[in-house]
């Protein structure tokens, strides 16, 4: 199973306590999805008024190709999701204290990930596309203000599953 960026956080967004997400709810909207994070028009009129949290994910793809000087060439694919919660902007303490509840709730999500990673990686358990998950490749930034005042905590990770099924070279695709 190929992992899906958007599926997976949605559903990180509906079943975490802390952010209940509802889909088709306007009033529980709390999963978000941007073309990039450094779009941040896009991101300000998707979370403008929300009070909670925000789990946004960028749903471009980037990645690269690794080649290990092996036959198994790896299609590694960089994801990025953000936790965001409103603060005073005035008010140091509470700016800190909104990135410190990002980052709690945070390392939940990435708790599952490798719990998800692990199930994956076992036989005869429901897959989440995590399998190829590189858990080495986490990194993080603090950002805000966002919108109304959010800050919060941003991750980008990795996931490289192998490329042997899709990169294959067929003569009949070429003309002579």
Known sequence: MDYNHVTYMRNIATKLKSIQHVEGDETQKHFFRVSSITNMEELIQNITGL???????????????????SEN???????????????????????????????????????????DWRDDNRPKLPKTGLKNLDRNSFYYQTVGPVADNFYGVMYTFNIAPPMANKLVYDENDWLT
Not at 51 to 69: H, T
């Open 51 to 69: 009070s909670g949290y925000a789990l946004v994910v960028e749903d471009m793809r980037m990645g690269r190709f690794i080649d290990n000087d």
């Open 73 to 115: 060439l790896l299609d590694n694919q960089s994801n990025v999701f953000m936790l965001l919660k409103q603060a005073d902007i005035a008010d140091a303490e509470s700016r800190q204290n909104a990135i410190s509840d990002c980052e709690t709730e945070c390392m939940k999500i990435i708790a599952k990930m490798f719990k």
